[in-house]
């Protein structure tokens, strides 16, 4: 700010601020001394008056006479600044006032000095009067020196302290403010003598800045002002030199600027085409994505598809071979694409993450459950252990989770020759709503260099690129899975040394959910005493610790012999086993034995449930009494054991899927798409799980099928020629937005996998999606979601499972029938005999249709029969039913041998019947 104050000001401020800051301070100081002189007089003055009041009053405060006190308080109104005057009783009862009312508060306490409490307009004393100022008064009382005869109020009035000092104020301030005065016409002489030749200078310093020049500064008369007089001219003259020298330059300079922002605009101009460009691309590429998506999973899902149906049919072994090639193939290609589609849209921002709730142990052993084959192929052992203080319930994205996963274990698997896999999940830090969970995938595999593990997380690259390396793969997986995690807001790495192994882990912060009921003990096996037996220790581990969450009492034994030798003792000893859980494999020990000793084991009362790697169930199948209940694959789930053994403690407990077949009609579904191949695949999986299907391949005769009624659902392809999928959709809901009735259930089959695919789809109208390519299942699941009605056929596996030679089979099976009727005797013995009762009439019904050459009867009567057989124990005659209903179906010649089957099914068991009876 003081550079903004000319050289005038500055002389006066240098004048006046020192004089000023002198006069105030030493002025302050004064007033301020008087003024503490002043108010301690007051207060000497107004303890003074207190004390000489207090022996005036004591004769009067001890008899209590109130007209005495009032003289007295009147007569001290009289001395200098008192304001009232109060006498109070011992007990501070007023006794005589004299004044107006106090302006301030009692002082607090009961000193035997005087109090006092000071406002801003007066002072307000209170004094005690004892016995002993009766002697100042001559009115002595013995023995009442310290009595407290009552209290003396007084008020002392600020006012006239004030004025006085207010008196004192004003002088001072009158005698600075006459010296400032005079300081300040010196300061001006003294300024205007050196202002003037200032603001001369100043002036011609103008004109020369305006461009004049030729200005010139005159002589001053002193030595100081003249050699800057001096220098100005001198300068005014190199300025003007200066100054042609200088247009000259911006002459030039100004040529040279015209032509580099002709070049700049052009450079502009290339960058925004190249801008437009690159958008473009990138427009382009997202298309291309979307329908190179569409072009290729549609073949796909015709491959796939048709394998899967052929798969059903009667094959030689090398041609189910052939076909199981073609399968592995297709699932590869497809998990290429899918890499590749996820790659590309975390790379353009369009991934959105779910955020639901899930169950971190079932998501972690689902993984585990469906990569087991492809570990337990390579004799490898898979194991999951989730740490118990680990929190399960939380809030996600479980599928891209479960994908993160599948990849780390998927390449555990792939890069480990022998040993073990583990699957860790372990809290590292909680708080009242989210927990910092690690995972963690360790094998025994090749392990990784350093040089492998800079490059592992880049985009299409692998630990191993040479041209000998085994393990295949896009190099993308592991990218997807650090952008996925990323995405998450956690972090991925991996800590390895090669020749020993690797551990891939994630860290991840999730909300927590609320607690699942399913995770609680089960009652039935609460306090249940059960053993384990497991060769592999960090399975045993797992294992013991699964059984314990379900509230188990457990043994753990390291071999089978030993746990025969404790059952027995057990036994003996009055406290047998419940259960036993059994975790071999065909290496150490045979299925022969295996039966052997499982039999020995359940003759001491103790259930016994066997865990044998997948590619092993075959083998075990056979050893095992009960291989339905008591038989499952490694690694073992959580949830799916703890049913298992519950069924095998309360078998009359058990739930059984409602028997297929029921007298519930098909639903009746229009298929439409352009490609045959896919038209024809969804009709035939439709067909063959009991559906009534019409199909058609343009959008057109999609909207007059709807039209016409009569349907339960309509599965839309999305891109079709002339009318899409989309604008068939719209059209439809606009015709039935001028009919009554609910509207059809409309769903999308698309091979599309972009981000936004699903919200367009649904805004145009339709009510769910399938992404091809498709399966049975999903589409028995989709029909039973929007039409209620449930397939016919749902979940079996055609010819492929049908017996040759059902005469292998039990006729009458009565602990099936039991088991099928939830365990109601009566209720299966008369599911027997309704069946037993129709047999005939089928029977009739099936040979007149082949004598007619009815092959729409024949279908009928056979499928009448088979669901009249899936209610009751008859294991021959529903594999004859089903092996005829199949055939028929597909036309096959081998129909006919497959009815005199069917016919001597229904002999048997007629004539077993009545020799039971």
Known sequence: MLKKLGIKTRVLLLALIPATCMALILGGYFTWMQQSDLQRQLLQRGDMISEQLAPLAAPALAAKDRERLERIAAQSLELTDVRSVTFLGADRTLLAHAGPMMLNAVPIGNSTHSLQRSGFDATRYLM????????????????????????VELELSHDGTLLRGYRSLFASLLLIL?????????????????????????????QIKDGNLESRVPAMGSHEMDALAAGINRMAETLQDAQEELQHSIDQATEDVRQNLETIEIQNIELDLARKEALEASRIKSEFLANMSHEIRTPLNGILGFTHLLQKSELTPRQLDYLGTIEKSADSL?????????FSKIEAGKLVLDNIPFNLRDLLQDTLTILAPAAHAKQLELVSLVYRDTPLSLVGDPLRLKQILTNLVSNAIKFTREGTIVARAMMEDENEDSVQLRISVQDTGIGLSGQDVRALFQAFSQADNSLSRQPGGTGLGLVISKRLVEQMGGEIGVDSTPGEGSEFWISLNLPKARDDAEDLPSAPLLGRRIAIVDGHELARQALQHQLEDCGLDVTDFKSLDKLVLATHAARQAGQPLDLAVLGITAHEISPERLGVQIREIEQSGCQVLVLCPTTEQALFHAAVPNADRQLQAKPSCTRRLRRALADLINPKQLRYESPEGSGERAPRVLCVD??????????????????EVRAVDKGAAAIKAVQEGGLDLVLMDVQ??????????????????????????????????????????????????????????????????????????????????????????????????????AGKADLAADMLAMLLASLQA???????????????????????????????????????????????????????????ELDDAITRLEEQARAMA
């Open 128 to 151: 005690p009067v004892f016995g002993r100022h009766r002697d100042l008064a001559s009115d002595e009382v013995p023995g009442e020196v310290d009595h407290l005869l009552g209290w």
């Open 178 to 206: 006459t010296g400032l005065s005079i300081t300040a016409l010196l300061a001006a002489h003294m300024s205007r003598s050196i202002s003037a030749p200032i603001r001369q200078i100043k002036d011609t310093v103008t």
């Open 334 to 342: 497809l998990g290429i694409i899918n890499e590749i589609l996820d």
């Open 674 to 691: 352009d490609n045959p191949a896919n038209l024809l695949l969804v009709q035939t999986l439709l067909e063959d799980l009991g559906a």
């Open 720 to 821: 079709m020629p002339e009318m899409d999928g989309r604008e068939t959709t719209e059209r439809i809901r606009l015709w039935e937005s001028a009919q009554t009735g609910a509207a059809l259930p409309i769903v999308a089959l698309t091979a599309h996998a972009m981000a936004n695919e699903k919200r367009a789809l649904l805004q145009s109208g339709m009510d769910d999606y399938l992404t091809k390519p498709i399966s049975e299942r999903q589409l028995a699941q989709v029909v039973l979601k929007w039409t209620g009605l449930a397939l016919s056929a749902q979940g079996l596996d055609k010819t492929a499972d049908l017996p040759l030679e059902s005469n292998t089979l039990q006729v009458l099976d009565a602990a099936e029938g039991l088991r099928l009727a």
């Open 842 to 900: 089928d029977r009739e019904a099936i040979q007149l249709a082949r004598i007619n050459a009815d092959q729409n009867a024949m279908i009928e009567r056979v499928h009448r029969l088979h669901g009249a057989t899936r209610y009751c124990g008859v294991p021959q005659l529903r594999a004859a039913c089903l092996r005829s209903e199949t055939l028929l179906k597909q036309n096959d010649p081998a129909a006919l041998a497959a009815l005199n």
